[in-house]
């Protein structure tokens, strides 16, 4: 079994900081599933590749009961499955970690990478590397007799956090594989969730992956999904993913607008208003721009998500010193959220009865007063064209209105006016001629800034 990794990222030979595997050195591991070999066919500035070669003995496979040919000849030992997760997951367990002694920084910034897996499962490929914002290549593998086979080589292309990659690679290797060697037990479940955390939940095939992954059985799917059910109630801006284009959800777009316009600001100090689970602040931490990143809500359990999620007990203290967490509730003024240069309220506004709107405006505009305020609300003229979303219906159960276009447009108005803000308007995700764009966002530019 073969896996390649490449990154063009410069200087390309840092993966070998964050792999804790130096591009000089060809390594072996001796694995539960059996000797892993780590080597780079490529190691410069521009470009470098690292391969995971896993060796694996077919008659040790099948010491045990049964003596017919099939129980020796068959495909464990050449595809890409459980068998080499186990591997993936020991000889790169730090780097899946996202932890890096020498380059921290890097370890927490999307970069961007290339895998490549010779032989692989191919028929789910697309449908569940897509939503995660891959690219995919699939070069189907011929049969001798003629046509294609199962099998295919596949080229993964995106960026993405390290970290993350391998993630994605332990847990769909073995889902597109179907079949796991080894008992699946309630330690699973956990394993999954852990590799899972911050794209399972919000994944629209999480419950194909959870059930190939957890081999079919039943009660361990269902505190698997019970529980992952728990994460989405915290990030409720994550339930939107349904609704976005296959290659990229919504919710990773309307972060990537805010992340380019808070950048067009020049902000160094950010306020994320209603952080949830932290899915903005990740990315804020991976842009070492954001000097002072503040993380607001008025769940405390949510908080507590928002530090797992980030792994705040384990940050290195560069990172650390640069992000805190707050409990406080936006309907209330608070002195300490003063002096930001911008504040971000995403996917916010329409979780508050609209009576409380006037104390909301109050607070952000008038006691935070930052520089440059953010704001990004569903457009529910668009809601017409989600063929899964009841005529009439809202997006989450916890809205309590949206808009239209017109409607947010009225109110943007009249806060600016009242305040002291200019306002413009920008669409997030992809337009309709008529009903425009899913996500509708405001930038408040402070007047006297």
Known sequence: MLLTLTTTHRPATDLGHLLHKHPD?????TTSSGTAH?????????????????EVDPV???????STLTHYVNDRPYVAGSLFTVALGSVFRTAMNGRSRSHQDLAATPIPLRVGVPVLPHRLVERLFTPLGWEVGIRP????????SRYADVTLTGTHRLADALKHLYVLLPVLDG?????????????LLRAGEGW???????ELITTRYLARHKPLVESALSRLAEL???????LDNALAEPRISLAAQRRAVVLAQLGEAGARRVLDLGCGGGALLRDLLAVPEFTEICGVDVSTKALREAARALRLDRMPERLRARITLRQSSLTYADAELKGFDAAVLMEVVEHLDPMRLPALEHSVFAVARPRVVLVTTPNVEYNALFETLPTGGLRHPDHRFEWTRAQFGDWAREVGD???YTVRHLPVGPEDPDRGAPTQLAVFTREDA
């Open 232 to 238: 989405e109630e915290v990030e409720p801006e994550e």
């Open 418 to 420: 009242r305040r002291g």
């Open 179 to 191: 079949s796991k060697h080894y008992w699946v037990a309630q330690d699973e479940v956990d394993k």
């Open 25 to 29: 050195r060809a390594q072996s591991f």
């Open 38 to 54: 780590v080597f780079y066919p490529r190691a410069d500035e521009e470009e470098c590749t690292v391969a995971l070669l896993l």
């Open 200 to 206: 399972l939940a919000g994944h629209p095939d999480r």
């Open 60 to 66: 040790a496979l099948v010491r045990g009961p049964g």
């Open 141 to 148: 593998i011929p049969l001798d007799e003629g046509g294609d």
